[in-house]
Every structure is written in structure tokens, then in C-alpha cells.
DNA sequence: GCGCTACTATGACCACTGTCATAGTCGGCT
DNA sequence: AGCCGACTATGACAGTGGTCATAGTAGCGC
């Protein structure tokens, strides 16, 4: 996932995405992503003249467009493609993560909501922009599915507001519960939406 | 909602929990949450020697209460009680807040496990706790309903899932619209799930 | 060689954090 | 009155945050 051979601009941004992950924006220091990136502190004013704001913005931006391309990937690795199998799918990056590697991280969207959503507004846009790109994607793997257009983004809502709360949810109890459970449960009622 | 006549100790968790949800655990301060709740500084180091960690907890364990106390508040109100009903009014405290208030606060115990999931274990514990002391009367509620029981834990977790997470969505996007989107899609399911 | 740009390297600044130490005040008990 | 506990009031400390200023280096066109 970390691909050290990019440029120390994109390596920061993805530190900071990182981090962000982990304990959240105000506790992540611009020093800290310059070394967790091994660039040069010196680098951080150059590539980021807007400061830790414009940083944070585009590892939330980045961040957006990660989720949005997994999802072509998800439904590459599906036999029989299904609106449960995929939300299967989203919630397997997280369990599998969670099972061999703790649970230190979580979503950086969130986090950033979390932290900047009363402070920064261009944050707060950021993460509603990468939220829209999750979105998009999602949706229209709906409608190829045969979900009706109609439902398709609301559908998509429902799916990515009840993974993000069954992140939250299994690291504060550091149990993958929360993420099986919502799949199991949520399964049916988005396999039922087809062709309706 | 606030009821200035209490002691200057519960004022003080009570004004921590406030400001956890605007901002995080990382950026409210000690001195902050003292001066918000009108208390002197020095009463800080008296009333919680274990520093800010030990306000940060029961500051999350009085949102987890707050939470669970709010279940039977909401079937007294409504006159045919339904878990689509129920899980209606859960969300409408958020729309009612963010239609009159602006979008400046979150969760707290949402906030807690961002910020401290991975550093500060006595937090997530207690954020863990605290979405326990929320799901339980849930799910009590369910079978009060009609769920059969197997059911009514897993969904008190979806329910609560989708909700954190348009929480967040609503904030980010500063519209309410995953808010209403996620009651109108998730309603039939839970319905369907009483006397089945 | 010069000059220019891209990038790196440090050190300093001020604001602020959580925590501690110390002194002060108040109220009630005996 | 004296005393003692609960609580309040401040100042100081060491650490860290983001940001700025300044100087240095590498590479390249000329």
C-alpha cells in the first residue's frame, strides 16, 4: 500500500492520511508527517505554502478518491455481483485489517469531520467532496446492478453512513462485531432493491 | 439543556462533552472546558486528579448515559411505537439541532474514539462502554416492539451504526439530507423485523 | 564561470498545552 | 477562638504546535 517510490510531495500526503487515520487532525504534527514520510522538514512550507490546512485538505481529498476507485475493484473481485456482496466486500477491507493488524486506524473522512467540521471549512468541504467521489462510484455500481436509478444514491448513503459508524463502532470495542453485523443485517433489504 | 444549577464538577464534564463534540478530544483544552463551564481552573486538578484523561472519560460515559436515557424518552413520545418510529425520532433530536443550531457539533463518544482509539486505551473503554449503555435499552426497546430477541441486539447495532455515520455525512455536507435519507431507507427493514 | 529556479536545511518565534506547586479563602466543627 | 478539610486562585514549568526567516545546496541553461 505505501509504494516509497513517489514523490516526497505525494509521500507526505499519504503520511498524512495516515496518521490522520490514527489519532485524528489536531493531534498530527506537520513534523511528524515530514519524518513518517522521510522527507525533509524543510519540504513541508514549499509543496504546502497553504500550511497543515492545505495538507490536510488534500490527504482528505486523496483519501476520497481512494475509496472511490476501491470500489471498481470490489466489484472486479465479485463472481456474481450483488448489492450485500459488495457492501461485503467494503466491510472485509476493514475486518481484514482489523484482524492482523489492530485497530489503530480508521477512516480519515471521518476523522477529519470529526475534528475540522466546526473549525475549518474548507476541511469541512473536502471531506464532503470526498464523501460525493465515494458516492458516485458506489451508486452507479447500484444502477449497473439493476437497482432502480431512484434508490441507487440514496441506498449508497445508507451503505457508506452505516459502514462508517460500524468503524467507529469496532474500534471503540475493538471487535469486528459491529462490521459483520451490519453487513448481515443490512444485506437483505439492499439484494431487495433490485429490480423493483 | 444545559440547567446552570449544578454542582461545578458536573458542569465541568457536561462542558467537556459539549466541547468534545465541536471539535475533538485534542483540540479542548483543560482551561477551555474550566472557562465554558464557568469553573475555576484550580477546581480542575481537585476534582479530577487523573487529569484530562479522567475528564475525557466521564465526560463519554455521561454521553453514553445521556444516550441510553434518551431511548425511553423517545416511546413515551411516540403514541404508535414502531422501530422505524423510534429510530425517526433518534435522528430527528440531530435534524432538530442542526435546523436551528448549524452543524458545529457531532457525537462526543464518536469524537473520543477517533481521537483516542489508538493512544489512550481508558477512552476507548469507556467509548466502548458508553455505545453499550446506548444499544442496551435499544435493543430492549425492539423486543419491547415485537423483535424477536436474536434480532433485536444486532439491530440496536445497525441502528446506531447508520446513525454515527450520518452524523458525520450530515456534518460534513452540512445538510441533513443522509439524515433524512437513512430513516426513509432503513424504515421498512426494521419494521419488518417485528413479529417475524 | 554566472544566474536562476527548485528544493533542502535549521533555527527561532510565539502561542498554547497539561501538569504541578504553592498560597489563599471559606465554612463548619469542637 | 482554633483548627481542619474542601475548595479556589495563580504562577511557573517543560513540552509541542504551526509558522516564518534565512541560509544553503543541486541542477541546468547559457
Known amino acids: 500500500m505505501t509504494e516509497a517510490r513517489r514523490g516526497p510531495r505525494e509521500r507526505m ?20 508527517v515530514a519524518e513518517h ?3 525533509p522538514r524543510g519540504s513541508l512550507q514549499h509543496y504546502f505554502p497553504g500550511g497543515k490546512e492545505q495538507l490536510v485538505n488534500e490527504a482528505v481529498e486523496w483519501a476520497g478518491r481512494y475509496a472511490g476507485r476501491r470500489i471498481g475493484r470490489f466489484l ?14 467494503m466491510a472485509a477491507q476493514w475486518t481484514d485489517e482489523y484482524a492482523d493488524g489492530g485497530f489503530a486506524t480508521g ?33 452507479e455500481a447500484l444502477r449497473g446492478m439493476g437497482v432502480p436509478a431512484a434508490r441507487a444514491e440514496p441506498l ?33 433489504l439492499l439484494d431487495a432493491a433490485v429490480h423493483s
Chains 1, 2 share one sequence.
Open 13 to 32: 500526503v499519504f503520511s498524512a492520511a495516515q496518521l490522520i487515520r490514527r489519532g485524528g487532525v489536531t493531534a498530527t504534527g506537520m513534523r511528524e
Open 37 to 39: 514520510a522521510q522527507a
Open 76 to 89: 472486479e473481485g465479485l463472481e456474481q455481483p450483488t448489492p450485500s456482496g459488495l457492501f461485503a466486500a
Open 107 to 139: 477512516c480519515p473522512v471521518a476523522a477529519a469531520t470529526v475534528d475540522c467540521a466546526s473549525t475549518g471549512d474548507s476541511t469541512r468541504q473536502a471531506a464532503a467532496a470526498a464523501f460525493a467521489t465515494w458516492r458516485a462510484p458506489l451508486a
Open 156 to 188: 449508497a448513503t445508507l451503505m457508506i453512513s452505516t459502514l462508517e459508524g460500524a468503524i467507529l463502532m469496532a474500534r471503540a470495542e475493538r471487535d469486528v462485531r459491529p462490521l459483520t453485523t451490519v453487513v448481515r443485517e443490512l444485506g437483505p
